[in-house]
């Protein structure tokens, strides 16, 4: 069952506090400590036991790696339109338009978490376009520069990315990428330009700092 937006509100109400995300001074999300009780509560109120993890809750290594490389690097994406595929919390799309970015779409499936975007966004004093849809199958986006962060945690999926990634850059739309370290990445398409120290905020992953890395689709 979809959930409404009223539902998907109350489950960010309930389970997340609003915060600055680690080691970027100035940027805040409704964040949670607790994945397993928010991900069963999203499990009752969609009415599906196989519901996704509820990534927009969280800030992951490679979304983390992606906001601090713009943050140090505004002229990738000012002037520009971006677009963050599968945003999650939509960090990296409200990094890039506190960057200087014209105009930032986030494009995540999960419809809570395009509320969760819309939420953090106004938190920033930003807006940020939210499609709630796989584009994944369709014509590549009427975009500048794509950012994609944490993309590549399962297979299938990271296959279809890379190639919807590639279509785009072929088509001369600017592709980065944060990862740290997943499986799946296809390193041999992409060039490493940066490496970052991060702390994700979620237990499912080292809470410790560890490192991910930015990189750019080749041509």
């Known amino acids: 069952m979809r ?15 609003l915060q600055e995300v680690p080691g970027l001074p100035g940027l805040q999300l ?17 009415e599906d036991p196989d519901a996704p993890i509820p990534f927009w809750a969280f800030a992951w290594g490679g979304g983390l790696a992606l906001a601090h490389y713009l943050r140090d690097n505004p002229d990738v994406v000012a002037g520009k339109r971006v677009l963050d595929l599968g945003s999650g919390s939509g960090l990296c799309a409200i990094a890039a338009i506190l960057a200087g970015a ?7 499936v999960d419809p809570i978490a395009a509320v969760a975007i819309a939420q953090n966004g106004r938190a920033n004093g930003v807006r940020v376009d939210v499609v709630a849809d796989d584009l994944l199958d369709g014509l590549s986006p009427d975009a500048d520069v794509i950012v994609a962060g944490d993309l590549w945690y399962e297979q299938a999926f990271g296959e279809r990315a890379t190639a919807w990634l590639k279509a785009a850059r072929q088509h001369g739309t600017e592709v980065l ?4 370290g997943r499986r799946y990445l296809e390193s041999d398409a992409f ?3 940066a490496e970052y120290e991060v702390r994700s905020t979620t ?11 930015v990189y750019e689709l080749k041509p």
């Open 203 to 213: 237990d499912l992953e080292d809470l410790a700092r560890t490192r991910a890395w």
């Open 102 to 108: 014209t105009s930032a779409t986030a494009v995540d």
């Open 177 to 180: 990428i944060g990862d740290p």
């Open 3 to 17: 959930p409404s937006a009223s539902v998907a509100r109350a489950l960010i109400a309930r389970h997340t506090q």
């Open 191 to 193: 060039t490493k330009i």
């Open 30 to 46: 409704h964040l949670s400590d607790d994945v397993l009780t928010l991900w069963h509560d999203v499990q009752l109120a969609t």
